[in-house]
């Protein structure tokens, strides 16, 4: 079992991939890792010696100042040298370097020369090293106006402000869970040569998309979804992604339940529960007074539950969260709750009558990666 730290745990990237490590207990150890560690030398080396695995993710990408996030990095990543030299530990680090590295500026500069240093500190002491040159990264619980533009955009239309473009540039991207599959492969693979520092791995970019054409596709999800609960085409993975990224900005706490419109005349009611632009899996259940379901969460997948009969009560809590967020569902007023991935979920009969929930998954991926952990809410 191989025992990981992550610079920048608590940062877009490193929170994706230190949830990810946890759904691999038995091949992965996580070591915790704080930013305060940064000004504290002897828990820095403590962890470094924990480490067998460090992913240097800490860096600060914005300041008004470009001069403080240049020393800022470069003096991260001397920390990190002087702290394993200290300690003689030689852990396999993989630094996230930018494609920024090329550009005339101080941010790329920071991420080229911490690379090199890092290089170096590996060459000196045959200790094993990859640099990562990484495309813009986009998903869920990025934060906006730091992260990426794609956060940015989600945050504003899901809080009913005016997104600006500034520059109608092409983006390249990728998505963070694929990132994160592409650091794993790297964790693992032990086969590259240990003296192989000079050639960074730059990682391809998935998608392509003018800043306009990316705020157009938020801005229809944003109209269709927040009116009529509607799920956009979902075909490629590039949209999925970004549905997905788009539910997590959702305030849920005052946007659901969502209530659907009842028709009633005399010969009964009629709801429409979900439209969808695409396919996917819906399936119904009942469930007798006082039993919980669920309790189960996806990293993938978005998930409707709709209460059409009896009441009920669902509860949501973000991974690596206390919070606990609570709906109460009644069938006599039909309504939804959609599901943010990385949300532990579940969905209880609080009534004394069979309840009935009607669910919708968008079941886009192979049947033998059926993308469920359990945990409980």
């Given amino acids: 079992m191989l025992k990981i730290g992550i610079t920048g745990q608590a940062g877009f990237v490193g ?12 091949k992965f150890i996580r070591i915790p890792f704080k930013d305060e560690f940064f000004q504290n030398t002897n828990t820095l080396n403590e962890f470094v010696k924990e480490c067998d695995v460090i992913v240097h993710l800490a860096a600060m990408n914005r300041h008004n100042d470009a001069e403080v996030i240049y020393n800022t990095n470069i003096g991260l990543v001397k920390q990190l040298i002087a702290a394993c030299e200290t300690t003689a530990a030689k852990p396999h680090i993989l630094f996230s370097s930018s ?9 790329g500069k920071s991420k080229k ?19 990562l040159v990484i495309p813009n990264v986009f998903g869920p619980f990025g934060n906006p106006y730091y992260n990426s533009v794609v956060a940015t955009f989600c945050h504003q239309l899901t809080h009913n402000e005016t997104p600006r473009i500034d520059v109608d540039g092409e983006m390249k991207l990728i998505y963070v869970g694929e990132l994160v599959e592409i650091i794993l492969m790297q964790i693992t693979d032990h086969q590259s040569p240990i003296t192989d520092y000079q050639s960074p791995i730059t990682i391809p970019h998935t998608s392509t998309i003018k800043v306009s054409e990316l705020l157009s596709k938020l801005s229809t999800f944003k109209t269709n979804y927040f009116e009529k609960g509607e799920i956009p085409s979902l075909i490629s993975s590039f949209d999925r ?31 429409e529960i979900v439209k969808l632009n695409s396919g996917g899996q819906v399936s119904f259940s009942t469930t007798v007074a006082g039993i ?53 979920h579940n969905i209880k009969n609080a009534g004394e009558e069979e309840l009935y929930t009607l669910f919708w998954i968008n079941e886009h991926f192979d049947t033998n990666d059926p993308d469920t952990y359990f945990e409980t809410v």
């Fill in 99 to 107: 494609t920024q590295e090329e550009r005339d500026n101080l941010y």
């Fill in 15 to 26: 929170t994706h991939l230190f949830n990810t490590l946890g759904l691999y207990p038995e």
């Fill in 241 to 271: 992604n970004l549905f997905i990224t788009f539910l997590c900005y959702i305030d849920h706490r005052k946007f659901f339940p969502f209530l659907l419109k009842k028709n009633t005349d005399n010969r009964g009611s009629f709801v």
């Fill in 113 to 131: 020369e911490g690379r090199a240093l890092l290089e170096e500190w590996a060459a000196r002491n045959h200790a094993r090293f990859t640099g």
């Fill in 292 to 344: 919980t379901r669920g309790n189960h969460f996806h990293t993938r997948k978005a998930e409707r539950f709709a209460v059409i009969k009896g009441k009920a009560l669902i509860e949501l809590r973000r991974i690596g969260s206390e919070e606990i967020l609570s709906f109460e569902l009644d069938g006599e007023n039909p309504s939804f709750v959609d599901m943010p991935v990385w949300y532990t």
